[in-house]
């Protein structure tokens, strides 16, 4: 499995971005797909995650501003990030769980700043 994310980039506090992460290569039963974020000096962190079923789930953090969804067609997730704090700048990663395995997608740099 390949995840390729895109839709990072520099935004004043906020603002809005979307990510996307697209899935390709042997794909037959995703069980969920998520974002997490890692800022300079800290541990990676779970943004938000959404369930084969469409069951999400989001850090405290980012709930209200950050909406995730999934277009199974597409085998895409994406992050709809409004609201953008500076706290949010961070290298986020798609991740994917597929029958027991973890998928990971290149980073794309999130750069909240005025």
């Known amino acids: 499995v390949q995840l390729q994310a895109s839709g990072g980039g520099l935004v004043q506090p906020g603002g809005s971005l979307r990510l996307s992460c697209a899935a390709s290569?042997?794909?037959?039963?995703?069980?969920?797909m998520a974002w997490y974020r890692q800022a300079p000096g800290k541990q990676r962190e779970l943004v938000a995650r959404?369930?084969?079923?469409?069951?999400?789930n989001y850090a405290d953090s980012v709930k209200g501003r950050f909406t995730i969804s999934r277009d199974n067609a597409k085998k895409t997730v994406y992050l709809q990030m409004n609201s953008l704090k500076p706290e949010d700048s961070a290298v986020y990663s798609c991740?994917?769980?597929?029958?027991?395995?973890?998928?990971w997608g290149q980073g794309t740099l999130v750069t909240v700043s005025s």
């Open positions: 991740n994917v769980l597929q029958a027991g395995s973890s998928y």
């Open positions: 959404v369930s084969s079923g469409g069951n999400t």
């Open positions: 290569g042997s794909i037959f039963s995703i069980t969920s």
